[in-house]
């Protein structure tokens, strides 16, 4: 349970009729939250991840859909578009519940404040991940097996080609770079979304920080574990590919590129971003131990 300060707080602040928790106090929340992790059994937490890596691939869903045909759009706006409805996946993580790495990077107050150990936070990014992972897998298996890349007279399935063919282009410095300003975003919109009081709250939270990194092109491993696996399973299919033109770079999407050149520097990036740039941060500003005035 937080210190009996922070609950005088909260209930004091709850008959102000004041929205939301303060940022000190959403430290603390968070910091509980982080202990309560790591107290779950792995087998609910791994489902958990299942689902959080399915509710982000349904917005990615989401997302190339609604970029598909777009090249008559200006970039900026398209881009917007694709981050507004892709911020679909986060809401559903923070309104229906389940564990996302990107997010769980924010267990790190927890550790910071010595209530966990360096072990357990290190499991729960492991379980979280690998279920992140298969969840996200499954869904662009499921999807591709539904052939929706179909639809749209294959603007569809050319849109996530596009998308994939990118993604596996970046160098390896800049993939870090574009990871850690993502998931600054994305942990930012998690905070806020621990400050909220009602659904409508969280959802509002959320969009504004996911639709900016969609938006400006950053990339969060847990999307790409949707994205990249699904432009894979398109090109398999080499009658549709063929259809389609040539698309530049194809050639060089593949399952090891996938891996080396962007899941591996977009994770190292994501923790850089959500565990030292917003993460450490608040713990540092709000929850690190003060030395005590010698007159106290």
């Known amino acids: 349970m937080p210190p009996s300060h922070w609950i005088a707080t909260i209930q004091r602040m709850e008959s102000n009729g004041l929205d939301a928790l303060p940022p000190p ?12 992790k790591t107290a779950q059994a792995p087998q609910g937490m791994l489902v958990l991840a299942g689902l959080a890596g399915a509710f982000i691939a349904m917005g990615a869903v989401f997302s190339t859909t609604v970029l598909a045909g777009s090249a008559d759009m200006p ?5 917007l578009l694709a981050g507004l409805v892709f911020s679909l996946g ?44 298969v969840g996200a897998i499954a869904t662009a298996a499921l999807v591709y097996a539904a052939r929706q890349y179909t639809f749209g007279h294959g603007a569809v ?3 996530a080609l596009q998308i994939a063919v990118t993604k596996t282009g970046l160098g390896f410095g800049q993939a870090i770079a574009l990871g850690a300003l993502c998931n600054a975003l994305v942990c930012i919109a998690v905070w806020m979304s621990f400050g909220a009081r009602s659904l409508t709250d969280r959802v509002l939270a ?3 920080p996911i639709a900016a990194f969609v938006a400006a ?9 949707y994205f990249i696996p699904e432009g894979l399973f398109i090109k398999s299919d080499q009658a549709f590919v063929a259809s389609l033109g040539p698309i530049p770079g194809i050639d060089h999407l593949t399952w090891s590129r996938f891996i080396t050149d962007n899941l591996i520097p977009v994770t190292l990036g994501n923790i850089v971003g959500g565990a030292l740039m ?8 709000y929850l690190r131990p003060r030395p005590t005035s010698a007159g106290s």
């Open 25 to 36: 106090a959403i430290a603390k929340r968070t910091e509980e939250l982080g202990v309560a």
């Open 217 to 225: 092109g950053f990339e969060h491993s847990v999307a790409n574990m």
């Open 206 to 208: 959320v969009v504004p």
């Open 278 to 285: 917003v993460g450490a941060v608040y713990w540092f500003v």
């Open 157 to 159: 399935g050319q849109a």
């Open 75 to 79: 970039y900026g706006v398209a881009r």
């Open 90 to 133: 986060l809401i559903l993580v923070v309104v229906a519940g389940a564990e996302l790495f990107t997010g769980d990077n924010l267990v790190v107050i927890a550790w910071a404040s010595r209530r966990i150990s360096t072990v357990r936070l290190l499991w729960v990014w492991a379980v979280v991940y690998v279920g992140n992972f």
